[in-house]
Every structure is written in C-alpha cells, then in structure tokens.
C-alpha cells in the first residue's frame, strides 16, 4: 500500500536560517510526489512536484525539494527562511498502483523573527 | 481571478439537517474532487468526479452524494447531519484524467460546524 510520512508535527526556525520540512514516502512503481501549503484558514496551495528527471525541484517561493530514492525521501528546503513562511506544510505521494493522491499528516513550519 | 471557488465558506447547522456545498472551477479542468480536512489537519480524499462521471469514492457515509451537473462544477450534499460531520471541506479540480499524478488545486474551504 503506498504511504506518505511527515515525522515532524511541527519544526522550528529563526528567520535567515535555512529550513527543512522531511518526507518520506513508500510507494510501488514510480512516484509522483507533491508538496502543498496551507495558510491559517485557506486552502492548499501547490508548492512543487517531482515527475522524473532531476532530483532538485524548484517551486514556487523560492522552495525547492530534494528526490531520493535510496532513501525515499522527498524534502523541502529552503535556504532562507521568511516569518511569511510559516504555514502548514503537506507532502503527497500517487503513481503507482494508486487512483488517488495520498497526503501526509501535515508539518506546522514556525518562523520566528 | 477565482479558480476554484467554494460557497459558503462557513456553514453553521443543527444535527439531522440536509445541507449542501457548492464547487465551482474556472479552469477547463476535466476532474474535481471532494476531500474532507478534520480537526486535526488530516486530509483525505471523498470523491472524485471526472467530466461528470464518479471515479473515485471513498468509504463515505451515503449520506453525502456528491453531483456533477457539468464538468466545471462538483456539488456536494449532505443528509440527516452528525456531529462527526464537522470539519473543513474542500474541493479541488486537475487538468487531466489521472487523480494520483496530475497536479490539484484547491478551493478556498467550507468550515461545517454541526450542532
């Protein structure tokens, strides 16, 4: 069965200091992996997503994620942190044998000034 | 622009009564979907329709019947509501036919509160 796993309930970060929000993932075949955002009170905005190819992709905010797939991972990263950054953090994983986009639990990413 | 666009964002009801919530995407996208968000963030898929045909249905309550009067908009409605119910719902419309590799967008969210 394919899985998506976000350790973190929450993590911590002064602003300037780069920042990295884990997911890892099981899935049988390829993956296709997503990393979405969520503001207090709105609904997911889509960050990135990694099809094949490259194992850094860029997204929008000036985040990017990191495929590995020795590790099954799929990391978000970004260099330098904005107390704007802080929101809920989702990854998601389908491909596969899967109909549909499974979503982790969910990272809380606080930026303090 | 909206894209996808929910109404209401807030629906505040007693238990045991029908409502509905409507979705509405202005992107030419040919599937939509409904997923439920609990108390706790957890997101999880309901219902996906693609071009007015169901392709995807969870292990949902038939109580909730979603309805696709067209491929730009994705209903959904609730009867004889619980408690369990409240949460936040939210749709989401892809371009293409593939729920789990074509990239969704999301509404803005209905917070149901059920009393």
């Known amino acids: 069965a394919q899985s998506v796993a976000q350790p973190e309930d929450q993590v911590n970060v002064a602003e300037g200091n780069p920042l990295t929000v884990k997911c890892t993932y099981s899935?049988?075949?390829?993956?296709?992996l997503f990393w979405y955002v969520q503001y207090p009170n709105r609904g997911l905005q889509f960050l990135l997503k990694?099809?094949?190819?490259?194992?850094l992709v860029k997204g929008s905010y000036g985040f990017e994620a990191e495929f590995n797939k020795s590790q099954t991972s799929f990391h978000l990263k970004k260099p330098s942190a904005l107390v704007s950054d802080s929101a809920l953090y989702f990854c998601?994983?389908?491909?596969?044998?899967?109909?549909?986009?499974?979503f982790g639990t969910g990272t809380l990413l606080a930026v303090q000034p | 622009d909206t894209a996808v666009s929910q109404t209401p964002k807030y629906l505040v009801t007693q238990m045991g009564n029908d409502k509905s919530i409507k979705c509405e995407q202005n992107?030419?996208?040919?599937?939509m979907y409904w997923y439920k968000q609990d108390s706790k963030k957890f997101l999880k898929i309901m219902f996906s329709?693609?071009?007015?045909?169901?392709?995807i249905n969870e292990t949902v309550p038939n109580r909730f019947s979603p309805k696709s009067p067209d491929k730009a908009h994705l209903n959904l409605h609730i009867n004889s509501l619980e408690l369990g119910d409240s949460a936040v719902y939210f749709c989401?419309?892809?371009?293409?036919?593939?729920?789990?590799?074509?990239?969704?967008?999301f509404g803005p969210g209905t917070r149901l509160t059920v009393l």
């Open positions: 329709y693609n071009n007015k045909e169901l392709i």
């Open positions: 899935v049988s075949g390829n993956p296709y």
């Open positions: 989401a419309s892809s371009q293409g036919f593939r729920p789990s590799t074509d990239t969704q967008y």
């Open positions: 990694y099809i094949t190819g490259d194992n």
């Open positions: 998601a994983v389908g491909g596969g044998a899967t109909n549909k986009l499974i």
């Open positions: 992107l030419g996208h040919d599937t």
